[in-house]
T-cell receptor, first 112, second 119 residues
Framework: KAGVTQTPRYLIKTRGQQVTLSCSPI?????VSWYQQTPGQGLQFLFEYFSETQRNKGNFPGRFSGRQFSNSRSEMNVSTLELGDSALYLC???????????FGPGTRLTVT | AQKVTQAQTEISVVEKEDVTLDCVYE???????LFWYKQPPSGELVFLIR??????QNEISGRYSWNFQKSTSSFNFTITASQVVDSAVYFC????????????????FGQGTILTVHP
C-alpha cells in the first residue's frame, strides 16, 4: 500500500500570502490529522477530519483552516502568513480515530 | 488537561548498550491511548507502538520493549543492544477523547528525546 503523500514537499512564501497544502491518506483510511512541527514548540496538533467532518481542533488561530473531501484527501490552508508559520507541516492518516496514525513526509513551509 | 513529559532531552550511548527512554503522561480520563514514534534524520515520523489504557501488559518486539505502568502514569521504551540505525528523535504521545467522545484523533506529543548511538 502506498503511504501518506503530501504536496508540495517544500514551499517558500512571503508574509501576507496564503498557502494550501495537500494530503492524500493511505487507501482505506478515513481519518486525517494535521500537525505543525517547529524547533521551539515541537509537534502541535492542528485539526482532525473524519468523513469530511472536523472532529478535533487544536489551539491555532482562525487563519489555519482545513477540509476533507469525499475521497478522504485533505487540504489545509493558512491565510495571511506570518514569519512564525514557518514550520514542517505533517499530515497523518488512520483507519479509525484512536488507531495508530501514519505520517507523511511533511511539507516544509518557509515564510520570508 | 493532558500533558506528556519526556524529561530526557538528549541521550548518547555506545553501540550495544541498552537504553531506556522515559515518558510520563497526565490525564484524568480513564480511556486513552499511548504511542511511541521515531523520527529519523530523514524527518518522517514512524509509528512504533500503540497501547490503550486498559492494557498494561508489557510488549516486546525484537530489540524494542515497552513498560506501561498506570500507577506511575509512565510508558517507558527500552532499546536493547542499541545500533547506530537507532539514532533518531523518539516521541511519546497521548490520545484522549474529544469533547463529544467521538474521536481520539488528536495526539499530544512530548518534546522528544534525541538518541545518538555511537559506533
Amino acid at each position: 500500500k502506498a503511504g501518506v503523500t503530501q504536496t508540495p514537499r517544500y514551499l517558500i512564501k512571503t508574509r501576507g500570502q496564503q498557502v494550501t497544502l495537500s494530503c492524500s491518506p493511505i487507501s482505506g483510511h478515513r481519518s486525517v490529522s494535521w500537525y505543525q512541527q517547529t524547533p521551539g514548540q515541537g509537534l502541535q496538533f492542528l485539526f482532525e477530519y473524519f468523513s469530511e467532518t472536523q472532529r478535533n481542533k487544536g489551539n491555532f488561530p482562525g487563519r489555519f483552516s482545513g477540509r476533507q473531501f469525499s475521497n478522504s484527501r485533505s487540504e489545509m490552508n493558512v491565510s495571511t502568513l506570518e514569519l512564525g508559520d514557518s514550520a514542517l507541516y505533517l499530515c497523518a492518516s488512520s483507519f479509525i480515530e484512536g488507531y495508530e496514525q501514519y505520517f507523511g513526509p511533511g511539507t516544509r513551509l518557509t515564510v520570508t | 488537561a493532558q500533558k506528556v513529559t519526556q524529561a530526557q532531552t538528549e541521550i548518547s550511548v555506545v553501540e550495544k548498550e541498552d537504553v531506556t527512554l522515559d515518558c510520563v503522561y497526565e490525564t484524568r480520563d480513564t480511556t486513552y491511548y499511548l504511542f511511541w514514534y521515531k523520527q529519523p534524520p530523514s524527518g518522517e515520523l514512524v509509528f512504533l507502538i500503540r497501547r490503550n489504557s486498559f492494557d498494561e501488559q508489557n510488549e516486546i518486539s525484537g530489540r524494542y520493549s515497552w513498560n506501561f505502568q498506570k500507577s506511575t502514569s509512565s510508558f517507558n521504551f527500552t532499546i536493547t543492544a542499541s545500533q547506530v540505525v537507532d539514532s533518531a528523535v523518539y516521541f511519546c504521545a497521548l490520545s484522549l477523547p474529544n469533547a463529544g467522545g467521538t474521536s481520539y484523533g488528536k495526539l499530544t506529543f512530548g518534546q522528544g528525546t534525541i538518541l545518538t548511538v555511537h559506533p
